[in-house]
C-alpha cells in the first residue's frame, strides 16, 4: 500500500453570506497516497478549488476531517511539504520570478545559493527561464501560470495541488505543462492532483475524480476511501 498523505472523512464547505448558506463540497471522503495522479474535472462553480483549498489546509472543512498523516499538522504543510499552484496571480509583487521560485527554499532554510540553483532549473524545465529577472507585472498570463507551477516544485513537496494550470496556455504550451509536472512529480515521488477543464490533461492523470454541485464522485460513484 502506497503511504497515504490526505485522508478526508465527510468534509464538507459550506460558506454563508447574505443569510444564504453555500455548500462548495459536500460530504467528500477520500485518501490520496504518495505518487498518485489524480484530476479533478467540473464545471465552473462546482467546488474543485474549494476542494484543493481544503487539500491544501488552506481553509477548514466546515464538517467533517481531513489529516495529513505523513506529513504531520496543518502547521507543517507549508513551506515543502504541500504546494499549491493557484489558478489567479499569486506571485509576489515585489520579488522578481526567480526570487518568487526560490523562496520556498529559502523559507524551508536552504542557501540563496541551492534556491536559486533549482529555481533555474525549474524555470527551464517549464520553458520560463528567459523571464527570470521580471517582475509579475511584467508577465502575460500564461508565463506566470508556469512561474506559479515552478515555485510550487521548488521546496521538494510531496504534494502538488494544481489549478486550471493550462488555462492560458496554448495547446504546445499546456501539453509542456502538463509532462514536466507528471515528471517532477514522478521524479520526486510526490502526488499530484489537478483541477482542470480539458479532458486531454485529465487523460493524462492515473485517476479522474469529478465534482458537480460539490459532490465529489470516482467513476461513477461517490468518492470514498
Same mark, same amino acid.
Given at each position: 500500500?502506497?503511504?497515504? @498523505?490526505?485522508? /478526508?472523512?465527510?468534509?464538507?464547505?459550506?460558506?454563508?453570506?447574505?443569510?444564504? #448558506?453555500?455548500?462548495?463540497?459536500?460530504?467528500?471522503?477520500?485518501?490520496?497516497?504518495?505518487?498518485?495522479?489524480?484530476?479533478?474535472?467540473?464545471?465552473?462553480?462546482?467546488?474543485?478549488?474549494?476542494? @484543493?483549498?481544503?487539500?491544501?489546509?488552506?481553509?477548514?472543512?466546515?464538517?467533517?476531517?481531513?489529516?495529513?498523516?505523513?506529513?504531520?499538522?496543518?502547521? /507543517?504543510?507549508?513551506?515543502?511539504?504541500?504546494?499549491? /499552484?493557484?489558478?489567479?496571480?499569486?506571485?509576489?509583487?515585489?520579488?522578481? =520570478?526567480?526570487? !518568487?521560485?526560490?523562496?520556498? =527554499?529559502?523559507?524551508?532554510?536552504?542557501?540563496?545559493?541551492?534556491? !536559486?540553483?533549482?529555481?533555474?532549473? %525549474?524555470?527551464?524545465?517549464?520553458?520560463?527561464?528567459? +523571464?527570470?529577472?521580471?517582475?509579475?507585472?511584467? @508577465?502575460?498570463?500564461? &508565463?506566470?501560470?508556469?512561474?506559479?507551477?515552478?515555485?510550487?516544485?521548488?521546496?521538494?513537496?510531496?504534494?502538488?495541488?494544481?489549478?486550471?494550470?493550462?488555462?492560458? &496556455?496554448?495547446?504546445?504550451?499546456?501539453?509542456?505543462?502538463?509532462? =514536466?509536472?507528471?515528471?517532477?512529480?514522478?521524479?520526486?515521488?510526490?502526488? +499530484? =492532483?489537478?483541477?482542470?477543464?480539458?479532458?486531454?490533461?485529465?487523460?493524462?492523470?492515473?485517476?479522474?475524480?469529478?465534482?458537480?454541485?460539490?459532490? %465529489? #464522485?470516482?467513476?461513477?460513484?461517490?468518492?470514498?476511501?
Amino acid at each position: 500500500m502506497r503511504e497515504p @498523505l490526505v485522508r /478526508a472523512t465527510s468534509i464538507a464547505r459550506v460558506y454563508e453570506a447574505g443569510g444564504t #448558506r453555500l455548500r462548495a463540497v459536500s460530504d467528500a471522503t477520500f485518501v490520496i497516497e504518495a505518487g498518485e495522479t489524480i484530476a479533478v474535472v467540473g464545471p465552473s462553480g462546482s467546488g474543485k478549488s474549494t476542494l @484543493l483549498h481544503l487539500i491544501a489546509g488552506l481553509e477548514t472543512p466546515s464538517a467533517g476531517s481531513i489529516s495529513w498523516p505523513s506529513i504531520g499538522d496543518r502547521d /507543517a504543510l507549508r513551506p515543502g511539504p504541500v504546494a499549491i /499552484a493557484f489558478q489567479g496571480p499569486s506571485l509576489l509583487p515585489p520579488l522578481t =520570478v526567480i526570487e !518568487n521560485v526560490a523562496l520556498p =527554499v529559502i523559507l524551508a532554510g536552504g542557501s540563496s545559493d541551492e534556491a !536559486n540553483t533549482g529555481a533555474l532549473d %525549474l524555470l527551464e524545465a517549464f520553458a520560463a527561464e528567459e +523571464l527570470a529577472d521580471r517582475l509579475p507585472e511584467e @508577465l502575460s498570463g500564461g &508565463q506566470s501560470q508556469r512561474v506559479g507551477l515552478a515555485r510550487a516544485f521548488a521546496g521538494s513537496p510531496r504534494l502538488v495541488l494544481a489549478d486550471e494550470p493550462t488555462g492560458q &496556455q496554448d495547446h504546445a504550451g499546456g501539453e509542456r505543462v502538463i509532462e =514536466v509536472a507528471l515528471d517532477r512529480a514522478r521524479r520526486a515521488g510526490a502526488a +499530484l =492532483v489537478v483541477a482542470t477543464h480539458d479532458p486531454t490533461v485529465a487523460d493524462r492523470l492515473g485517476a479522474r475524480w469529478s465534482m458537480l454541485d460539490g459532490t %465529489l #464522485r470516482r467513476e461513477g460513484l461517490q468518492c470514498s476511501a
